[in-house]
């Protein structure tokens, strides 16, 4: 029996020409199982068809109106495709798996997702309106329309998730449900999960869809504490995913409850839990949220007044920083690979005189050795140092915080020669900079309190008691009217009381900040503004965004305004659409240091985001606004919106780089820069190494920066241009035709590629997903040196150890290994160019004179001589035992070159101390070997810190010594103060004697 196939439609639009319906309808049953390849016959007769959808007398208008879709789908218009197939009722199979239903489905789920936002442009221009009515009568009911259809659209959204529930696809479901603003979807599809193993992945999912997906803020506050229902309705709740979650909504409260809840348990593993949620949180770099976290947990817990006041003291030790810092501090010191030769390089390469070059090698030092204490290199060059003076001075001062970063319980101790006791010092600069330098040690360390320095010849103005915000306001009241000091106390409060102000009248601290920006003095009151920035970051105070707007009209000195410009950004980090109105105001405003206001603005509202509508804009005004600065800042701020999305700057930027105009070009280097810190991306080198060679020097110098931040931590294993880049700052220094704008960023570029003794690298996202706050301030106030030196130490808070701790129950460290299954090479230190060079320069042959060879040939004769002596005495004859010696030889130097070659098969993989220096990179590969005495708490998901606990309860554990300061001391008194009275346990070796080489 055959078969017959319709290969064309023909027949059946004649029968749709009839008069009957019975006729119609089964020529649309032809039609509709022959469009997918016959739709250009029926595109002719799309009007009929749809007449007929629309006739009220017609028996099946759904099928007329599934035929239409189908055609007009073929026809390239999606939205009228869509309107007539939902037109089409339960005809239209949502869940078929064929192009049209694919499409069609996506095209809903979009325009559904739109009406439920209700801020998309397409649910005002391109929302379908299901009716075949004018023009004018669509425009003058959409209104009406989208509401009567939203239903229908609602209908097929639900259909798609039950039909991925029942496909088993939970992770679309919970990704539609999001998106959709379905929260109760997202709770039924966690609900009907089957399979126990799969719901912590599923949650997990949920978390990076909150983070990835979801633009409004309010909407993921939402989604979050809808999530940490979840966590809790589990027959184990995770607490500590669950602590993640209330982190990114800042509730200290509900975190305090969870931690003492944990406390009160009789359980070893509740209480190790504790301790990996604060250390994770203190990770975080959210210094306003672990202030309230201390404060609120130590109020709740001396109400509840239950669990282990020991375990208590080491929680609270964590969150204000005390433990951390101090591992952070040891692991810096001791892994410190810092070279001094490089840094003594670079100085015999630049111009003595320029006070630019001082500066930059200065900088360099700090950030080459930040947090190691390694301050040799300025010891080794006193007579040099001494050579700065008045701003380069306070600069060369403030270094001492960057090199001592995180030992706040000696900053006084450390900068007493520089501070004054009741009165001015010999140098203003002097003190000015270890003010400074004392917010920079501070600000590391996240450290509330200070302690009194050994030394009581050099009590600055009475410190003993006062914590780091009272000290440094004792400072600035007892400055005078010396602006020089008022700058460095006012940049310190910024630092040590980062994000801690809320800008009420009662606020203390920004009342008097206020006060000397109010004095009209451009240097302090320049201060003055980024220190109320800093210390309102986040907080998005519309008082204080009043008042910094309206002195910034009226204040005649630039220096100010212009600090000002950023204070107001500053203010308002991470308010994402609650800083569009002040956006919208400042875009308007004729001043361009307000519009370049506008675009930190912009930057820093939406850190992080990736928000379409924050990138349109800075596009938008990177390449149309009048002003060069704020052109620059726009391209800049891009690096801050897109920090989640680094692979895409590269691409979003490149036509930039290429711009014509040389501060856009500047900008795309350092959007790049900071967008792409660390991952050593080849598109984002390309485009910097093209940068590095460019015409103008300023560009070179942010391209050199750029390629600094963007291959920290990168080793030849990992990236092939490391060795070629590092030449290039090299060539760069040493060269004496190159500009000095060039030759600073390379110095910098220097310094921060080997930051912290090459074991720190950039990261404005900690590994929970939480945007460290303060990095990214950091680095805000670091992009601010193009009109202020100083502000380049801001770099140092973006800094982060790459370190894995391993830690016990008690905060120590236990003696274990970790084990990298990867070549040593792969993430091997990176070795500095001179020592390269070095070893190539090794198996150069020196020249011989002819004196020598003449001489050694007559030895050789007198040799020979004496040998054939021997033979006619009768011994063995020489040439034999030659011949002999000789192929043995041979031999050995075969087997020794075989050896070689073994030698030089490299491990696949290779074991590593507790702790260590693990990168981001790396944790893949990174695990406890399975014959560990050790287990730990969590996998190994990130750097940073692990609890670990014996596998054998019973066994003796052996702990590392720490070398600096010894195990800290959890203190019983309320943690007011550190221990002065703590002495090292090993001193530092000292550096050589001066001495001078004379070469023969």
Request: net charge negative; aromatic share 8%.
């Amino acid at each position: 029996m055959s078969v017959l196939v319709v290969n064309s439609a023909s027949s059946a639009l004649n029968e749709l020409s009839e008069s009957e319906p019975l006729l119609q309808v089964h020529a649309l049953r032809v039609l509709n199982s022959v469009v997918d390849y016959s739709w250009p016959e029926i595109s002719s007769y799309v009007p009929k068809i749809q007449a007929l959808s629309e006739s009220p007398s017609f028996p099946e208008p759904e099928l007329a109106a599934l035929v239409a879709a189908k055609v007009l789908f073929y026809l390239g218009d999606i939205d009228q495709a869509l309107e007539y197939a939902l037109m089409a009722g339960d005809k239209f199979d949502v869940t078929e798996e064929t192009e049209f239903s694919q499409t069609l489905r996506s095209r809903c789920i979009d325009l559904y997702v739109e009406l439920k936002s209700g801020s998309g442009p397409r649910e005002k221009e391109h929302l379908p309106s299901f009716t075949h009515s004018s023009v004018e009568s669509n425009q003058a009911s959409s209104s009406t329309v989208k509401e009567a259809n939203f239903p229908v659209l609602e209908r097929v959204v639900e259909d798609v998730f039950d039909d991925c529930l029942k496909k088993n696809e939970t992770f679309e479901a919970v990704g539609i449900a999001i998106e959709c603003r379905r929260l109760d979807k997202l709770k039924d599809a966690v609900a009907t999960e089957t399979d126990p193993l799969r719901v912590p992945l599923i949650l997990d999912y949920c978390f990076r869809c909150s983070q990835g997906l979801v633009a409004s803020k309010a909407y993921r506050t939402e989604v979050l504490y809808a999530l940490v229902e979840l966590y809790e309705k589990q027959p184990t709740p995770d607490y500590v995913s669950i602590c993640k979650c209330l982190g990114f909504l800042e509730d200290a409260k509900r975190v305090a409850e969870i931690l003492v809840r944990l406390l009160k348990e009789e359980n070893e593993q509740c209480h190790l839990s504790c301790l990996q949620i604060a250390l994770d949180l203190f990770d975080s770099d959210s210094p306003h949220f672990s202030r309230k976290l201390y404060e609120e947990f130590s109020l709740q817990f001396s109400d509840e007044k239950v669990g282990d006041n020991s375990l208590f003291q080491t929680i609270r030790s964590i969150l204000n920083g005390t433990v951390p810092s101090a591992l952070y501090l040891e692991f810096l010191y001791t892994k410190n690979h810092s070279e001094n030769n490089v840094l003594k390089k670079v100085k015999q390469s630049l111009d003595a005189r320029s006070s630019v070059n001082h500066t930059g090698l200065v900088l360099a030092n700090g950030f080459m050795n930040a947090g190691t204490k390694n301050d040799a290199f300025l010891r080794e060059n006193i007579e040099w140092l001494s050579r700065a003076t008045n701003w380069a001075k306070f600069s060369a001062t403030a270094c001492l915080g960057l090199i001592h970063t995180r030992q706040a319980s000696s900053a006084l101790t450390l900068l007493s020669p520089y501070l004054s006791n009741e009165g001015g010092s010999t140098s203003a600069y002097a003190e000015g900079g270890a003010l400074y330098a004392l917010g920079l040690i501070v600000a590391s360390a996240s450290s509330f309190e200070l302690t009194e320095p050994s030394s009581q010849q050099y009590i600055p103005v009475t410190a003993k008691g006062l914590s780091s915000r009272s000290y440094l306001l004792s400072a600035l009241r007892s400055a005078g009217n010396n602006e020089v000091i008022q700058h460095g106390a006012c940049l310190g409060i910024g630092l040590a009381c980062m994000g801690m102000a809320t800008g009420d009248e009662n606020d203390e601290l920004y009342e008097e900040l206020k006060g000397v920006l109010y004095s009209d003095s451009a240097v302090a009151g320049q201060a003055a503004a980024f220190a109320i920035g800093l210390i309102l970051a986040g907080s998005g105070s519309s008082r204080a965004i009043e008042e910094m707007l309206a002195y910034a009209h009226d204040t005649q000195h630039e220096k100010i305004t212009r600090a000002l410009a950023v204070c107001i950004s500053l203010i308002m980090y991470g308010r994402e659409e609650d800083a569009d109105t002040l956006i919208d105001q400042l875009c308007d405003e004729k001043d361009p240091i307000l519009r370049y206001s506008a675009m930190f603005t912009i930057g820093l509202a939406y850190c992080g985001t990736g928000e379409n509508k924050a990138t349109r804009r800075l596009l938008h005004v990177a390449v149309s606004d009048v002003n060069e600065d704020v052109r620059r800042a726009a391209v800049i701020s891009l690096g801050f919106v897109l920090i989640r999305q680094p692979l895409q700057v590269p691409k979003i930027v490149k036509l930039l780089s290429e711009s014509y105009h040389a501060h856009v070009r500047y900008g795309a280097a350092m959007a790049i820069g900071i967008a792409c810190a660390c991952t050593g991306s080849h598109n984002a080198i390309e485009i910097l190494e093209h940068l590095s060679i460019d015409t103008v020097d300023f560009v070179r110098q942010a391209a050199l920066i750029a390629l600094s931040m963007v291959l920290m931590q990168q080793s030849e294993g990992m990236n092939s241009k490391v060795a070629d880049i590092r030449r290039l700052f090299d060539r760069t220094i040493s060269d004496k035709h190159e500009e000095i704008l060039s030759k600073f960023g390379a110095v910098l570029a220097t310094g921060i590629i080997n930051a912290g003794g090459k074991n720190c690298t950039i990261e404005f996202i900690s590994q929970s997903g939480y945007l460290r706050s303060r990095a990214i301030l950091g680095m805000t106030m670091f992009c601010q040196f193009w009109h202020w030196y100083p502000a380049a130490h801001f770099l140092s808070l973006s800094f982060r150890p790459a370190a894995l701790i391993a830690l016990t129950k008690d905060l120590k460290l236990p003696k274990m290994e970790f084990l990298c299954e990867a070549k040593p090479s792969m993430f091997d230190y990176v070795k500095a160019t001179g020592q390269e060079q070095k070893k190539e320069e090794e198996p150069v042959v020196s020249a011989v004179l002819s004196v020598s060879t003449h001489q050694r040939r007559r030895d050789r004769t007198k040799k020979t001589t004496s040998t054939e002596s021997k033979v006619n005495a009768g011994t063995t004859a020489p040439m034999e035992l030659d011949s002999e010696e000789t192929k043995r030889s041979k031999e050995q130097a075969k087997d020794s070159s075989k050896l070689k070659v073994e030698q030089y098969q490299e491990p696949t993989s290779y074991r590593m101390e507790n702790p260590s220096r693990v990168l981001p990179q790396q944790i893949p590969y990174v695990r406890i070997p399975t014959n560990s005495p050790f287990k730990g708490l969590t996998t190994i998901a990130h750097p940073g810190f692990l609890l670990v606990q014996p596998k054998d309860s019973h066994s003796e554990v052996e702990f590392v010594s720490y070398q600096l300061y010894g195990y800290p001391v959890v203190q019983e008194d309320d943690m007011a103060e550190s221990n002065p009275t703590q002495e090292p346990m090993s001193e530092e070796p000292q550096p050589p004697a001066p001495f001078e080489y004379h070469e023969d």
